[in-house]
């Protein structure tokens, strides 16, 4: 997208950490950061840019380039900064920007000091988008801010209660899009349909973001694939908290995933807690993209440690261990489930993040019926729609 500025005869230019567009008319030689003035934003459309953008600032024959990320938090006002840093204010549209104003050369400096020059900033998405999940409990307010811009743009809607979920989701799924789904009630209760979708958009490496949910427990346990129940919610924790004996028990025997809040850097004394466990807990852990919801990559415990660490908060999910996700006895379920119709895929994908391989699965299936809308699918590829067939 571009917006549209002026030159200024006090623009200095001389700022080395920032690069500001305003939509004041007048500045004083003091805003060493702003480049243009009396700009024009499109909410919507800066809403609606994601992830890594490529950057270029042109006035005349005068052009700068660099790239930055956007901000998932900004919010849309008369001023639209780039920063150098990874600082994340509200009025950071995007950080990490290789180009601020120190960067322009002199002849460049000058033309932005004419008032009669147009100053033109293009902002252009430069990486490959994930798809986007936006939940909203319906009777609560729409959301807000650029959550609410990005609801009423979105590339597709779903109906979590419905039986079926449309194409258009599932398309706008495998093209990164933004996906506005509602509930009517908690998420517990989304219907068969709806929840193997879920573990779908989960499994194609979606992002959530849930409405009205303050924690992030939610959107970290959507994003891992799992059903928000059964659940152990340990809350915010620490190493002091993780280390003492009735967590750590808790920690090695729940039959159910645990889902907490503590600074990354304590997942190595919860490593140390499993330690002697029988295999190498699996644990989800933020993915390390900057953007709007969830997103989680799932590594063995021994490896998270070093690749998350710092004393930044996050929320992870450990899965549980294998022994103790059998012990809750699903097997005589299994053969039931797939005669009601839901597929061994489905049942493959929702139950992987419990430590129940697909050959556990269908050791327990046994010789079961096959579901009738399952088909003459193949176990270890299944059914694929044609968005998802062509993506790369």
């Known amino acids: 997208m571009k917006i549209h500025a002026r030159g200024h005869g006090h623009v200095r230019a001389t700022h080395a950490k920032t690069l500001e567009f305003t939509g004041e008319r007048e500045i ?19 809403a609606l840019l994601r992830g890594p953008v490529a950057v270029r600032l042109a006035a005349g024959p005068h052009v700068a380039t660099g790239t930055a990320v956007v901000n998932p938090h ?13 600082h994340a204010s509200p009025d950071t549209f995007a950080f990490r920007s290789t180009l601020v104003a120190s960067d322009l050369d002199p002849d460049f400096v000058a033309a932005l000091g004419d008032p009669a020059t147009e100053v033109t900033l293009t902002l252009t998405e430069s990486g490959p988008r994930r798809p986007l999940v ?13 959550p ?9 809607s779903v109906d979590l209660d419905a039986a079926r979920v449309p194409d258009e989701a599932r398309a706008a799924l495998a093209d990164g899009g933004v996906i506005a789904a509602s509930v009517s009630g908690p998420l517990e209760g ?61 920690l090695r025997t729940a039959p159910a ?32 993209h900057a953007d709007l919801g969830h997103g989680v990559r799932w590594l063995p415990l021994s490896e998270a440690a070093e690749a998350v660490g710092g004393e930044e908060e996050g929320v992870f999910v450990l899965a549980p261990p294998e022994r103790a996700a059998w012990n809750v006895d699903l097997r005589p379920l299994v053969p039931l489930l797939v005669e009601q119709g ?5 049942l493959s994908t929702v139950l992987r993040p419990f430590g129940i391989s697909r050959r556990d699965l269908y050791d327990a299936l046994g010789d079961a019926p096959a579901s009738p809308s399952a088909g ?12 998802s067939r062509d993506k790369k």
């Open 342 to 346: 839901v597929t061994a895929r489905t």
């Open 148 to 156: 609410g811009l990005l609801w009423r743009a979105a590339d597709a």
């Open 257 to 288: 995933p645990v889902v907490f809040r503590a600074p990354a850097a304590d997942l190595a004394v919860l490593a140390e807690v499993l330690a002697g466990s029988a295999e190498d807990r699996r644990i989800a852990v933020p993915d390390g």
């Open 134 to 146: 936006l939940v909203h409990r319906r009777g609560l307010p729409e959301p807000e801010g650029r």
């Open 28 to 46: 004083t030689p003091r805003a060493t950061c702003v480049v243009g003035v009396a700009a024009a934003f499109d909410q919507e459309g800066l």
């Open 376 to 387: 003459p699918e193949n176990p270890s590829t299944g059914p694929r729609n044609k968005g």
């Open 190 to 250: 989304v219907s068969q349909a709806a929840g193997a979708w879920l573990a779908d958009a989960a499994a194609q490496g979606a992002r959530f973001e849930v409405t009205g949910d303050a924690t992030g427990t939610v959107p970290a346990l959507l994003a891992a694939g799992l059903p928000v129940a059964p659940v152990v919610h340990l809350g915010r924790t620490d190493r002091r908290a993780l280390a003492s004996a009735p967590q750590a028990e808790l």
């Open 74 to 86: 900004h919010e849309v006002t008369d001023r639209l900064v780039l920063r150098r840093s990874d």
